[in-house]
């Protein structure tokens, strides 16, 4: 039985396990998206004293025993998660790594290095709703001030009722805010506003510091993206276990 060979411009040359990358991140995100959706319904179970789940910051809901902002803003029927959960997905799902992860893990556009695109046209970000890819040097700004937040929440996290200490708790909380800064200050935006947009640094040393420092961090901005996803459902999810009794909280409160 005759078979007819692929188009030259179609056939897979490599050899290797190219394929591999595309589904990791098929996989990494997808479980993401899963518990993140399911996380994000929850009205309870997102505070600990002093501990407070990063999805639920800031945490305005009648539900919370302390407040970000000093008040209770919402009902406690209402998810906490969805106040702020458009801001993480905006700059997040623009962000160039993750286009580029999504553009070849999900789209095939193209899945790999000399691998053939699964589409036959390309229109670019210039047609919805890919144009929208665009709002990502704004959502930076509301990432960043989401940062500061996280940041505050995370420094609450070393005072517990009976006075000043560190848990483990506390320091999950602490890593997810550090991997989730190096995430947001190493973004490709981040290092356009320190500097970036500037034709010269001559006689800007403060400047060409300042971009400098971000163009170094931001040769990890992928591996910070993963860490920073992978720390804010770790952070989440031991305050869940340790509000449903599951596990114990080792700290040390110094009164």
């Not at 010269?200 to 993206?225: C, D, E, L, Q, Y």
């Not at 869940?240 to 009164?255: C, E, K, N, Y």
Request: charge should be positive.
């Amino acid at each position: 039985m005759a078979t007819t060979a692929l188009p030259a411009q179609r056939r897979v040359l490599r050899r290797d396990l190219w394929w591999l990358e595309p589904l990791f991140i098929v996989v990494g995100l997808g479980l993401f998206v899963v518990y993140a959706f399911v996380t994000g319904v929850q009205t309870s179970g997102y505070h600990y004293a002093p501990y407070l789940s990063p999805f639920a910051s800031p945490c305005i809901s009648a539900n919370c025993e302390t407040y970000s902002f000093g008040r209770a803003l919402l009902p406690a029927w209402f998810p906490p998660a969805f106040f702020v959960v458009w801001i993480p997905v905006a700059f997040r799902a623009t962000c160039y790594f993750l286009r580029r992860s999504y553009y070849r893990a999900f789209f095939w556009s193209p899945p790999a290095c000399a691998v053939p695109d699964a589409r036959s046209g390309y229109t670019g970000e210039t047609a919805f709703p890919f144009i929208l890819q665009n709002v990502h040097r704004y959502a930076w700004y509301l990432a960043a001030l989401l940062w500061v937040v996280d940041l505050y929440d995370a420094l609450l996290a070393f005072h517990f009722p009976a006075g000043f200490g560190i848990g483990l708790g506390s320091v999950l909380m602490i890593l997810d805010v550090v991997f989730l800064g190096l995430y947001v200050f190493s973004c490709h935006s981040c290092r356009y506003l320190c500097g970036g947009y500037l034709d010269r640094f001559h006689g800007k040393p403060v400047w060409h510091r300042m971009w400098s420092a971000v163009s170094r961090i931001n040769t990890r901005h992928g591996v910070f993206f993963w860490l920073s996803l992978l720390f804010v459902v770790l952070t989440d999810l031991y305050i869940r276990l340790l509000v449903a009794g599951v596990i114990t909280d080792p700290r040390i409160v110094f009164g």
